[in-house]
């Protein structure tokens, strides 16, 4: 009895089951797969659709577009079923959505590549929606934030794997592709482009194999409800939608957090998307294969933030060790905006090391925000929609690059992000440190 695994009324269990944690934590590395190749996706298509820099980053737009569309919708579905069913629904989504990059890729245009890539966003909305929450809940309630931050130390395990699936499988030898397009005729470099354009299918048909095997162990894996329950021990009451959206908007304390994060994913995902052409920029004698390698290592790097910063955690605030990781992060930034050499690169590749704790650590001070657990799923819905980040921030940055001609100008745009995100978590550090402020509170 003494091991036997129990829900109790808030939906938190008295121990975390382990196997089904794994389960879950080998979903993140799975979206963070699909977020890297868009990196590799932005560099080959800016080339051969002859893109600006802002209309390269309509493939972030277009991916978490998908995310921000999704997430209510997908809470409502684990309101209605459970987090598992969610999950499943994602995977089939995502599986979908790779096996659209066969026609898209015989298609040739711009507007059916960013259609596959939304479909796969509305399985990873899914995905994320379910899983962020579900990692929280999973266990007991005061270890909540460690368990998401360990379940994300997973993420740089795919994004390494996707950069790396993009690095020999879709980039190939030789010069860049700018290099080599810029001495050929128009009917060369369109049939040169469409020869291109087959290579992006190789990541995606290994990716379905993987989501294929993963769909069938969550099918026949058994897992805990972790819904909020009354004291009579049935499930509460399903609040309206209303009802959650006007208590979620008096929560300062939630609120905040949605910017926070909004601008946080915005950073992260404008500084990766920009990295390779940052590279290009300073040393345009380079292709993207050799190029591709500092996203490897800004994915090692982040990788080894989350390791460092679960670590201090143990010993610090979690606020502390955030503000400290955006102090640093802030100051990279900048001199990736004001160093005219490859220096800068390295610099954007340290950045990673500082964005480690961020996204977790924000999902899950956020979602304690919420004291009334029976609006858990829509909050952490809510939250999932603050990644819709990763498709304006980009978006800006790359337009502020074609407006000054420089990508590594329009760096600026992150560092200000950085700035806020350490604001942000500076107040929830003075707040920890005044025993009578709650960040609980509703007002």
Request: charged share 10%; proline share 4%; aromatic share 14%.
């Amino acid at each position: 009895m003494k091991n036997k695994l129990i829900q109790l009324p808030d939906g938190y269990l008295n121990r975390t089951p382990m196997f089904q944690f794994i389960l879950v934590s080998l979903l993140f590395p799975l979206w963070a797969m699909a977020a890297s190749l868009n990196d590799i996706l932005i560099a080959q298509f800016k080339h051969v659709f002859a893109l600006s820099d802002l209309a390269s980053s309509f493939v972030q737009s277009a991916f978490y577009g998908g995310y921000f569309l999704v997430a209510i919708p997908a809470s409502l579905v684990i309101k209605r079923t459970n987090y598992k069913f969610a999950i499943l629904t994602g995977l089939l989504f995502y599986i979908v959505g790779c096996s659209l990059f066969f026609p898209a890729s015989h298609m040739a245009t711009y507007t059916m590549f960013l259609g596959a890539i939304f479909a796969i966003a509305i399985g990873l909305g899914f995905l994320e929606t379910a899983a962020n929450t579900y990692s929280t809940m999973i266990g007991p309630r005061q270890y909540n934030v460690l368990r998401l931050n360990i379940s994300q130390t997973f993420n740089p395990v795919g994004s390494i794997a996707g950069i790396l699936l993009g690095k020999f499988l879709v980039f190939q030898e030789g010069a860049s592709l700018e290099a080599q397009m810029a001495n050929m005729s128009p009917s060369q470099a369109k049939a040169f482009g469409l020869s291109m354009l087959q290579h992006t299918l190789s990541p995606y048909k290994y990716i379905i194999f993987v989501l294929i095997a993963i769909f069938i162990v969550f099918l026949f894996t058994k897992f805990p409800d972790c819904k909020p329950m009354e004291r009579s021990g049935k499930k509460e009451r399903r609040p309206r939608v209303t009802e959650t959206l006007a208590y979620l908007a008096r929560n300062v304390a939630f609120r905040k957090g949605i910017v926070a994060q909004f601008l946080y994913v915005g950073m992260q995902v404008a500084v990766w998307s920009f990295t390779i052409r940052l590279v290009l920029h300073l040393k345009p004698e380079i292709n993207e294969r050799t190029a591709s390698n500092f996203m490897i290592y800004g994915f090692i790097a982040f990788f080894v933030g989350k390791f460092v910063a679960n670590f201090l955690m143990t010993r610090l605030r979690p606020a502390l060790v955030l503000f400290g990781y955006s102090v640093i992060g802030s100051l990279l930034l900048l001199y990736v905006v004001l160093v005219p050499n490859m220096t800068a690169v390295y610099a954007a590749v340290a950045v990673s090391f500082m964005f480690g704790p961020c996204w977790a650590t924000i999902y899950a001070e956020t979602l304690e925000a919420v004291t009334e657990k029976k609006y858990t799923e829509t909050a952490g819905a809510i939250l999932v929609m603050a990644i819709i980040g990763g498709a304006v921030v980009p978006a800006i940055q790359g337009y502020v690059s074609d407006l000054v001609g420089s990508v590594q100008i329009a760096f600026f745009v992150s560092m200000l992000c950085f700035v806020y995100v350490g604001v942000y978590f500076f107040s929830e550090m003075k707040k920890k440190q005044a025993p009578s402020t709650s960040v609980r509170k509703v007002s």
